[in-house]
């Protein structure tokens, strides 16, 4: 089983400003690891995500995240955030060594808050 | 266009009717959801269905009867809705082991 913790559930900062939106996971086997966005009253889109290679990834809208293995980790950042940033952002795991329909465990999110 | 859609988008409903809410993709993925956001936003899948077949069941009572006619729709059917089953299913699709999953905009289902 895998369980997903995103510490903050709610983070204030102003515009322009760097942000780090904390996630960490914990499972007895391999994982995808995924950033999913919420914008107020739609779907989930994808933000980016970590498959192999690399630990950094990066969105096209300036976000990126690193993978840490030995602290199970993947936190997510933003050098400086825009009003349109604010939304509510999970962390999300699904099994990479098994096939199938596995589907994808969240955390409970974190609500970021833009202030002008 | 859309790629996951689910109707209806908002649907609200007395205790003890029954409902069903409808999702198709049109991206050829052979792999569907569903699943529910709780008023906290927490996220939890319920079902998971491969080439139309059931795959994984999370403890989901059942009340709750996910049905596949094809590979490209996967529709939820509630009887007996209660008034904990207030919450926004969001429908998913998925093609291969190593992609992300597509949403649907997700209904917002109130039970009064």
């Known amino acids: 089983a895998q369980s997903v913790t995103q510490l903050d559930s709610q983070v204030p900062v102003f515009e322009e400003a760097p942000v780090e939106l904390r996630c960490n996971y914990s499972s007895s086997v391999s994982v995808y690891l995924f950033w999913y966005v919420q914008y107020p009253n739609q779907g989930l889109q994808l933000l980016l995500k970590y498959l192999s290679g690399s630990t950094l990834v990066e969105s096209i809208n300036g976000f990126e995240a690193e993978f840490n293995k030995s602290q199970t980790s993947f936190h997510l950042r933003k050098p400086s955030v825009h009003i349109s940033d604010t939304a509510e952002y999970f962390c999300a795991v699904r099994p990479s060594l098994r096939g199938g329909a596995d589907g994808l465990t969240f955390g409970k999110g974190t609500h970021l808050i833009i202030q002008p | 266009d859309t790629a996951v859609s689910q109707t209806p988008k908002y649907l609200v409903t007395q205790m003890g009717n029954d409902k069903s809410i409808k999702c198709e993709q049109n991206l050829g993925h052979d792999t569907m959801y569903w699943y529910k956001q709780d008023s906290k936003k927490f996220l ?69």
Do not use: W
């Open chain 2, 44 to 112: 939890k899948i319920m079902f998971s269905y491969n080439n139309k077949e059931l795959i994984i069941n999370e403890t989901v009572p059942n009340r709750f009867s996910p049905k596949s006619p094809d590979k490209a729709h996967l529709n939820l059917h509630i009887n007996s809705l209660e008034l904990g089953d207030s919450a926004v299913y969001f429908c998913a699709s998925r093609q291969g082991a190593g992609t992300e999953a597509f949403f649907g905009q997700g209904t917002r289902l109130t039970v009064v």
